[in-house]
């Protein structure tokens, strides 16, 4: 059974940091691409971040680029999504999907096979 375990969420003022982890089972992570969704209440989901465990390759939306950073270590199956100088507009609930690393196409695509329940990010002014 795949299982997407995502922590790291919580409070923070404007401008601060988190880094949120998500810990994945029961698939072969270097077959897998992970990415990072997030969705405000009457908001859309917005792809936020994916990198690829078979060549480590790596995206970004362009509301997060230059802020946020995503990792991942192989060894414990674990994606990272480092994020600094957080705004109020950060605010959602984020979790993380997966799908296999072939499938070359838009993050914002009905194609992740799996996802974990999400971890809320609160950003206060």
């Known amino acids: 059974e795949v299982q997407l375990v995502e922590s790291g969420g919580g409070l923070v003022q404007a401008g601060g940091s988190l880094r949120l982890s998500c810990a994945a089972s029961?698939?072969?992570?270097?077959?897998?691409?992970i990415a990072w969704f997030r969705q405000a209440p009457g908001k859309e989901r917005e792809g936020v971040s994916s990198?690829?465990?078979?060549?480590?390759?790596?995206y970004y939306a362009d509301s997060v680029k230059g802020r946020f950073t995503i990792s991942s270590d192989n060894a414990k199956n674990t994606v990272f999504l480092q994020m600094n100088s957080l705004k109020a507009e950060d605010t959602a609930v984020y979790y993380c999907a997966a799908r296999p690393s072939w499938l070359l196409i838009s993050i914002d695509t009905d194609t992740w096979d799996y996802r974990g329940q999400g971890t809320q990010v609160t950003v206060s002014l």
């Open positions: 990198i690829s465990g078979s060549d480590g390759s790596t």
């Open positions: 029961g698939l072969i992570f270097d077959e897998n691409t």
